[in-house]
């Protein structure tokens, strides 16, 4: 069993920045990939980064190429997501979500541990 936790999220000004860091606890992270999911009110959730174990391979939804960051140390049991240039439309509710098989899908059935939540508000 794997839990997550992230932390990071709070109230930023439109253009700011956040960084968002999961930890595991439970058991070390052995090859799972990390992924980084967010849920606006009223909305589904969708995929937002996600990374391989290595590091080597990333994931991002067209909304975030080119703004958020990705990066994991599997030393710590930690992953972040560095959020640049926020915009109203990333408010939302950010999880982690661990996948055993490894692979860095966008789809929120491929992971299989998921953390509470961390609130991300950007203000315009």
């Known amino acids: 069993q794997v839990h997550l936790v992230e932390s990071g999220g709070g109230l930023v000004q439109d253009g700011g920045s956040l960084r968002l860091s999961c930890a595991a606890s439970g058991r070390t992270f052995s090859s799972e990939a990390m992924g980084w999911f967010r849920q606006a009110p009223g909305k589904e959730r969708e995929f937002v980064a996600a990374?391989?174990?290595?590091?080597?391979?990333?994931n991002y939804a067209d909304s975030a190429k080119g703004r958020f960051t990705t990066s994991r140390d599997n030393a710590k049991n930690t992953v972040d997501l560095q959020m640049n240039s926020l915009k109203s439309e990333d408010t939302a509710v950010y999880y982690c979500?661990?996948?055993?098989?490894?692979?860095?899908?966008?789809?929120?059935?491929?992971?299989?541990?998921w953390g509470q939540g961390t609130q991300v508000t950007v203000s315009s």
């Open positions: 979500a661990a996948a055993r098989s490894g692979l860095i899908g966008s789809s929120p059935r491929g992971y299989d541990y």
């Open positions: 990374i391989t174990y290595s590091g080597r391979y990333r």
